[in-house]
């Protein structure tokens, strides 16, 4: 299986700060046809899973540009320019180039 | 509007069986492929199983962790997608979700989830 390693797994960040995190795979995350199939996903506190990011560096349709992804291969990295109060939670890296489908241990996301 | 909600969870004995539903809406039901993901209390997320759609002889896929004991259906005629879970384990605890795939992302869509027991 596919393992994803997420780095750090707790961020303290304040209003205005930039941050990343990094998600690392056991294998490419190329497939065949071209496409990496690497997305992002948000938990915030009792709340389902929200899309973020999509084929590595794709905003989802809402999600504010202050988010970006970026990476290639086995390297993938989130940023978020200017955190807001409202970007606290659990981030997710997840893949599904190779089955089974596997997500990132998490990253928490405190604000100071 | 997209919605996806999940039923059937509950608290049952090791051993026992048990069938979740998604009833869907809001979107084509028949051409797309559908998930169900866990979170065990506390813990992150794990893919369950997907089904794909009848373009895809309603192929299915399934983490080895529940491979033999769960199967995910679908019944296009109402929109919905089940996930029948036997020899439940007390590892199986978590909140299921049912996800919708939409375009690149197999988690377009999540669900409110509905939260699975196992406890003797």
């Known amino acids: 299986d596919v393992v994803l390693t997420q780095t750090p797994p707790t961020l303290l960040a304040t209003i205005g700060q930039s941050v990343s995190i990094s998600c690392r795979s056991s294998?490419?995350?190329?497939?065949?046809?071209?496409?990496?199939?690497l997305n992002w996903l948000l938990q915030r506190t009792g709340q389902s899973p929200q899309p973020l990011i999509y084929?590595?560096?794709k905003l989802e349709s809402g999600v504010p540009n202050r988010f970006s992804g970026s990476g290639s291969g086995t390297d993938f990295t989130l940023k978020i320019s200017g955190v807001e109060a409202e970007d606290l939670g659990v981030y997710y890296c997840?893949?599904?180039?190779?089955?089974?489908?596997?997500f990132g241990s998490g990253t928490k996301l405190e604000i100071k | 509007e997209v919605q996806l909600v999940e039923t059937g969870g509950g608290l049952v004995r090791p051993g026992s069986s048990l069938k979740l539903s998604c009833a869907t809406s809001g979107f084509t039901f028949s051409n797309t492929w559908m998930n169900w993901v866990r979170q065990a209390p506390g813990k992150g997320l794990e893919w369950v199983a997907l089904i794909k759609d009848k373009y895809s002889n309603y192929e299915a896929n399934y983490a080895e962790s529940v491979k033999g004991r769960f199967t995910i259906s679908r019944d296009d005629s109402k929109s919905r997608v089940y996930l029948q879970m036997n020899t439940l384990r007390d590892q199986d605890t978590a909140t299921y979700y049912c996800t919708r795939r939409y375009r690149y992302n197999p988690f377009a869509y999540w669900g409110q989830g509905t939260l699975v027991t196992v406890s003797s």
């Open positions: 294998q490419s995350l190329l497939h065949s046809n071209g496409n990496t199939y």
């Open positions: 084929l590595v560096s």
């Open positions: 997840m893949q599904f180039t190779h089955y089974p489908l596997t």
